[in-house]
């Protein structure tokens, strides 16, 4: 097959709407169209309520006009396929990018359309010139100079079919925004929920209603309360040295009283001990 696309190096989906003059049997008219688009003869383009208008140089001196158009979609097919793109990140990333995802068709096709024309007979066009055959080759100049506007700008094809790339991008942004704010409110509910059962009732924090183990309780006289010993008071003994290292001395009943300070606070643990022991059984 001849290649009539006016670049080597053709993005696939400019490629793809030229693929569709491939099809066209007049091989001799395309070789004439493609030369007028190299030539220069196609003088302007622009667009007009998505459909291409061009103005294009034949033989006479005034130019021909050339007008273009596909098959728009709806306002709710729109919603449909915006919504579509939304859910899918990488087809938003691209498109920003200026580059057409490669599986663009299934988004069209999920919501039962289709990018792309199918053949020469989706693309609705009209020529000035008196040729009556269609695509003449000033119309053909101009599919050629569309590819090339296709390979700079993916949005162009979707100008063609009703929306804007300021449109398109700007509904991308107010869906996926609306997700984020979705997805948010519900991880917050969901982590409130997760937290309320683990929550401490401050109001009861410091209050313990279950039973003490009673290894874990320990139970001592108060450092001021009177013992039997103090009753009693000191036993008179004479004083004698405690350490030799330090040369101190202390009295023989102050040493007496400490040993059975000692005895006494032990016993008296012992004791509370055995008494709730005792409760227990």
Not at 231 to 259: E, K
């Amino acid at each position: 097959m001849v290649d009539y696309s006016l670049e080597a190096n053709q993005e696939w989906w400019s490629q793809q709407w030229l693929d569709l003059l491939d099809k066209y049997r007049f091989k001799k008219r395309l070789e004439r169209a493609r030369n007028y688009a190299r030539q220069g003869n196609v003088l302007n383009i622009e667009f007009k309520d998505q459909k291409v208008l061009a103005q294009v140089q034949g033989t006479q001196p005034e130019p021909y006009t050339v007008s273009l158009w596909l098959d728009q979609f709806s306002d709710e097919e729109w919603n449909y396929i915006i919504e579509t793109l939304s859910q899918r990140a990488i087809f938003s990333a691209k498109l920003l990018a200026g580059e057409m995802p490669q599986d663009i068709e299934d988004v069209f096709a999920a919501n039962g359309l289709r990018l792309f024309p199918f053949s020469l007979d989706n693309v609705h066009s009209q020529c000035s010139c008196p040729d009556k055959a269609n695509p003449c080759k000033h119309i053909g100049a101009v599919y050629y100079m569309l590819g090339d506007r296709f390979s700079e700008d993916p949005f162009v094809l979707f100008q063609l079919r009703g929306r804007t790339q300021e449109q398109i991008i700007t509904t991308l942004r107010q869906l996926r925004g609306q997700n984020e704010e979705n997805i948010n409110v519900s991880n917050l509910e969901t982590k409130t929920v997760k937290s309320n059962p683990d929550s401490p009732n401050l109001n009861q924090f410091w209050n313990y209603t279950e039973q003490l183990d009673s290894a874990l309780v320990v139970i001592t006289p108060p450092p001021s309360s009177e013992t039997v010993l103090d009753v009693l008071g000191a036993i008179p003994l004479a004083s004698i040295a405690v350490t030799s290292a330090t040369r101190s001395t202390s009295s023989a009943s102050d040493l007496v009283m400490q040993y059975l300070e000692t005895i006494y606070k032990n016993v008296s643990q012992q004791a509370v001990l055995a008494a709730l022991n005792r409760e227990e059984t």
